[in-house]
C-alpha cells in the first residue's frame, strides 16, 4: 500500500504534464516550451524530496521518496516526448 498511494497520486500530475508536453509538440512550439512542464515536474520532485529527507524523515518522508521517483518517471516520458522528431 505504501508503494500504491503515491503512485495514484502522481497520475493526475503525470498525465497533466504528458497531456501538455504532447500538446506543446503539436503545435510545433519550440525545443524550451516542449520541455517546461518536464522541467518544472522536476524541480517539484527535488523539493518534494528534500521536504521528505530532510523535514519529515521516517516512513512518511519515504513515502514523498518514493512519489518522487515517480514524478522523475513522468518527467522522463515528457522529455521523451518532448524530443521525439516528426
Known sequence: MMIYGPLLVSFIPGI??????WWFSRK?????IRMFPGALLSIAALI???IG???IRGFE???YGILC????LFAILSFALAFKVK
Open 16 to 21: 497533466l504534464v504528458l497531456g501538455l508536453t
Open 28 to 32: 510545433g512550439f519550440s525545443l524550451f
Open 53 to 55: 529527507f530532510v523535514i
Open 69 to 72: 521517483f515517480f514524478f522523475i
Open 61 to 63: 518522508g519515504a513515502a
Open 48 to 50: 518534494l524530496f528534500y
